[in-house]
Each structure stands twice: as structure tokens, then as C-alpha cells.
């Protein structure tokens, strides 16, 4: 048996480091402050120029060491009036970057204490934050589609046109190369049609790519939008030809299937999209270990809607870790 610590010791972050790093209110305030405002200087809008603030005792606020003026770094953010501790939110926001399949709003109910409503809000505003447009750049991309939902008994393969109870999902993910690990993207689509397929090719895929699919007939057009179009007859029983194959983007549809079915039992139609987005975002960033938190922290401490100028994908040395 093999007992040996999976992740990397320069990739890992710890429950006991997070003990250290944000042991207090003060402190967890203190790096949002930091992040969106470094040294406690910003524009004072009464003195109309930059000015350092200091922390109002009791409060939320900084104010203006000329004038007085307050400034609210939780303004805007999905912190906002919020009266759960910042260090639960800390908290949900290191155990949803760490765990690899998920963790359920009832488990932090259960670690926590707040009220499941509470938790499940603060997994809902946190999932926010995770959704982004990943452009693929891989010079191989794999595509593929999955149902998720119910079936009717005696029900096998893909479903019916019109199957309200089966929600579609087309994903397309970059082959990995030495360089980097390939990133996927997941789409819910109202239907899974030649159109669609099209459409999500000419938003997210690159014209000079090798696009690999299945036998199914929504991908006929595909060569026309690619630089190649290679596929494999799943309906034959031939999962692998070569290079030829699906199997990434299936490992994806695994982890998702797996981690919706045990953690989260179920999921409705209309937060779907949410939750895949959420897979995506560890997917993408599985090369960084525990790490992943500190870039959850930087999104988190930016206004909701605030244009964000990093790449969706980020190397380990591109996190920026407090220590």
C-alpha cells in the first residue's frame, strides 16, 4: 500500500496552514482589505486623491487618515452584508478548492453549525466565482456529450429527442501536452444539435485544431470548421484507433457523473450549468494542488462583475500565495 503523500509538499496547503493563515475575523478581513486595496491605500473620493486608511475598530471599514472618509472592502463582493464569519466563507471556499469531487452544503452545515440554508447559499455565490471563458488553444480537442438525469425504464444509450427528464451537455478538452495539463469546457445546452455543435466549435475551438469525436451525426459537419476531423465508432465496440479517441473527454464526464451521484445526489436543471462550471475549474487547475484556494481568495475579494484580466488558466507559480 502506498502511503505516500500524493501532492507535491510545494503544492500543498494544509487545514493547518489555513489554521495559521486566517485564525481570526481581523485577519480574514485583512487579506480581502489587502487584495483589493495593498498597504490600505486607495483614491479617497472627499480628498480626490490617494490616500492610506486604517481599520475602523468594530466595523467592516477603513477610514481615511486625513479626512475620515470610509471605504468597504466587502463592497461589491459576494461577501456583501453578509452576517456569516468570514471564516466560515474562508473555510466552504478551501474545502470546495480541495476536495477533487466536491463537498455538500449539508457537510458544512454539519462542520459549521450555520443553518443549510446559509450553506447553500454560500456554495451558490462561491460557484460565481468559478465560472470562466476558457478559450481552447490545445491543437487537439476531443468532444463529446453526456445526458444527465433520469431515464425511463428499459431506457439504454442516447435519449429521445424531446426527453424533458435527461438535461444535454456538450464538452470539448484540450489533449495535455508536456507544457501544460488540457483544460475543458462544459456547456448545458438546450439540445444537442448539428447547429449547436457548430456554434460552440466557432466560440471556443481554434480553426487550425484536430478535432476528435464519435460516430454520432451532429459532428458530420465538423470538418468544414476544423483543420481536421478525426472520430471513432463507439457504436462498433472501438473505443481506441491510435491517436484516435474519446477518452479524455470521458474521464471528465466520469468525475462529474461520480461526483454529482455521491455528493450532491441530485441537481436540478436550472443550477446544472453551475455545478459543471465547478468541476471544470478544479479540472483546469489540477496541476496546482491545494493551491487552487488562493486563486478562489483573489476572485473572491474582486467586486462581482469587476473585469478580471488573468487568464482562466494559471500555473502553479502564477497563484499567488500568502506566505
Not at 60 to 79: E, K, Q, S, V
Not at 216 to 234: F, S
Not at 293 to 300: I, M, Q, R
Amino acid at each position: 500500500m502506498n502511503r505516500r503523500q500524493t501532492i507535491p509538499a510545494e503544492l500543498r496547503y494544509t487545514i493547518q496552514q489555513f489554521n495559521e493563515h486566517y485564525p481570526t475575523e481581523n485577519a480574514c478581513l485583512e487579506t480581502i482589505k489587502e487584495r483589493r486595496f495593498p498597504g490600505g491605500v486607495t483614491h479617497c473620493e472627499k480628498c480626490g486623491e490617494e490616500r492610506k486608511h486604517h481599520r475602523v475598530s468594530g466595523r467592516t471599514a477603513y477610514a481615511c487618515d486625513r479626512c475620515g472618509n470610509h471605504i468597504f472592502p466587502l463592497a461589491g463582493t459576494i461577501f456583501e452584508k453578509t452576517t456569516t464569519k468570514l471564516r466560515l466563507w474562508f473555510y466552504a471556499m478551501y474545502l470546495m478548492s480541495s476536495t477533487r469531487c466536491g463537498i455538500s452544503a449539508k457537510q458544512i452545515q454539519r462542520e459549521t453549525g450555520v443553518t443549510y440554508k446559509t450553506a447553500w447559499r454560500m456554495f451558490k455565490q462561491i460557484r460565481i466565482l468559478l465560472s470562466e471563458d476558457v478559450k481552447l488553444e490545445g491543437s487537439s480537442i476531443e468532444m463529446d456529450e453526456m445526458y444527465y438525469g433520469g431515464i425511463r425504464k428499459g431506457q439504454s444509450g442516447r435519449p429521445m429527442r424531446g426527453d424533458k427528464k435527461k438535461s444535454p451537455v456538450i464538452g470539448m478538452v484540450e489533449r495535455s501536452t508536456p507544457e501544460r495539463a488540457g483544460r475543458v469546457k462544459a456547456l448545458a445546452t438546450p439540445d444537442v444539435t448539428t447547429n449547436q455543435v457548430l456554434g460552440l466549435v466557432r466560440e471556443y475551438v481554434l480553426p487550425e485544431s484536430t478535432v476528435f469525436t464519435d460516430e454520432y451525426p451532429i459532428y458530420d459537419r465538423l470538418g468544414a470548421r476544423v483543420k481536421e476531423h478525426k472520430r471513432i465508432n463507439h457504436s462498433a465496440k472501438v473505443y481506441v484507433v491510435a491517436d484516435v479517441h474519446t477518452n479524455t473527454m470521458e474521464g471528465f464526464w466520469s468525475l462529474v457523473k461520480r461526483g454529482i451521484g455521491g455528493v450532491y445526489h441530485s441537481v436540478s436543471q436550472k443550477y446544472l450549468q453551475t455545478y459543471l462550471d465547478e468541476y471544470s475549474y478544479r479540472y483546469n487547475r489540477r496541476d496546482c494542488g491545494n493551491l487552487i484556494f488562493h486563486d478562489v481568495l483573489a476572485k473572491a475579494a474582486q467586486p462581482l462583475g469587476e473585469k478580471r484580466d488573468s487568464e482562466a488558466h494559471q500555473t502553479t507559480d502564477e497563484i499567488s500565495v500568502p506566505f
